[in-house]
T-cell receptor
Framework: SQQGEEDPQALSIQEGENATMNCSYKTSINNLQWYRQNSGRGLVHLILIRSNEREKHSGRLRVTLDTSKKSSSLLITASRAADTASYFCATVRNSGNTPLVFGKGTRLSVIA | DAGVIQSPRHEVTEMGQEVTLRCKPISGHNSLFWYRQTMMRGLELLIYFNNNVPIDDSGMPEDRFSAKMPNASFSTLKIQPSEPRDSAVYFC???????????FGPGTRLLVL
């Protein structure tokens, strides 16, 4: 069964606004990762957060993880038109040495 | 490093033809993954290798699909015979260790007529 499920499926905001995307999963995880995909391109890794971490930052990105609720969120602050892309969460099960399971993604459109 | 390299970038073929997709992982990476992406099904894991050994091919849709990794720097995904429903973007990704950050290639866009 699919692990990560992103919400919303699509999000449209104005440049400068913050964008929040959520991910829910079903089983215990070792880590959770967020990726970005620009149209017609491969996925690019953004952030990895481990099960014993609650929050991580990278530039304008902030990721939180709530293992009790089996959920994560990705916040992009002060969005730019260049942030327009699809964002995927991917989970790794507790054993660790297993492949990622991707959700179907959130399509973010940032309007200039 | 050049990153993960895939070829060809685009492939148009006719139903029934054999299709071979190629991937060169990042040097030193021990795990390699093949994915398929479509609008309807999203990103699906087809097969992955650890140290050139296939670990899980449960995502391979049918016997028409096969994958090999003869050495640490090269992998192929073959579809024989191809069908229109195989049309998709196929990605290869590699990582130092399964479960850690993956590095994706640019993908091969396959169209089977």
């Amino acid at each position: 069964s699919q692990q990560g499920e992103e919400d919303p499926q699509a999000l449209s905001i104005q440049e400068g606004e913050n964008a929040t995307m959520n991910c829910s999963y079903k089983t215990s995880i070792n880590n959770l990762q967020w990726y970005r995909q620009n149209s017609g391109r491969g996925l690019v890794h953004l952030i990895l957060i481990r099960s014993n971490e609650r929050e991580k930052h990278s530039g304008r990105l902030r990721v939180t993880l709530d293992t009790s609720k089996k959920s994560s969120s990705l916040l992009i602050t002060a969005s730019r038109a260049a942030d327009t892309a699809s964002y995927f969460c991917a989970t790794v099960r507790n054993s660790g040495n297993t492949p990622l399971v991707f959700g179907k993604g959130t399509r973010l459109s940032v309007i200039a | 490093d050049a990153g993960v390299i895939q070829s060809p970038r685009h492939e148009v073929t006719e139903m029934g033809q054999e299709v071979t997709l190629r991937c060169k992982p990042i040097s030193g990476h021990n795990s390699l993954f093949w994915y398929r992406q479509t609008m309807m099904r999203g990103l699906e894991l087809l097969i992955y290798f650890n140290n050139n050994v296939p670990i899980d091919d449960s995502g391979m849709p049918e016997d028409r699909f096969s994958a090999k990794m003869p050495n640490a720097s090269f992998s192929t995904l073959k579809i024989q015979p191809s069908e229109p429903r195989d049309s998709a973007v196929y990605f290869c990704a590699s990582t130092l260790k399964a479960g850690e950050t993956q590095y994706f290639g640019p993908g091969t866009r396959l169209l089977v007529l």
